[in-house]
């Protein structure tokens, strides 16, 4: 079942929350937010990470994206894979 959200309902926490129900998730996010390019898709979207924003130093974060890269998934309370549509144009810098 699908699930929206606007940008002021965007947490970290929440979002964990609502993936583990299973729902296809379909966010706004605030500007702030800076996922992690992996990979463009062939429809035209992509796959970021998103790590948890706070207590993670750079080089967690860093070691997160390099394992989410080679295709290991993250640990579900450090970061998550997302994906991001076609209708926003620019995808996130890798």
Known sequence: MPLTADRGFYSFRAW????????????????????????????GSWLAVITKPAKLRRSQKDRLRDDA??????????????????????????
């Open 16 to 43: 964990q929350y609502a993936a583990s129900t299973g729902a296809q998730l379909l966010w706004r996010v605030q500007a702030g937010l800076h996922p992690h390019w992996l990979e463009d898709l062939d429809d």
């Open 69 to 94: 890269r080679r295709g290991r998934e993250p640990d579900p309370d450090l970061a998550a894979i997302a994906g991001g549509g076609r209708l926003h144009g620019a995808r996130p810098q890798g």
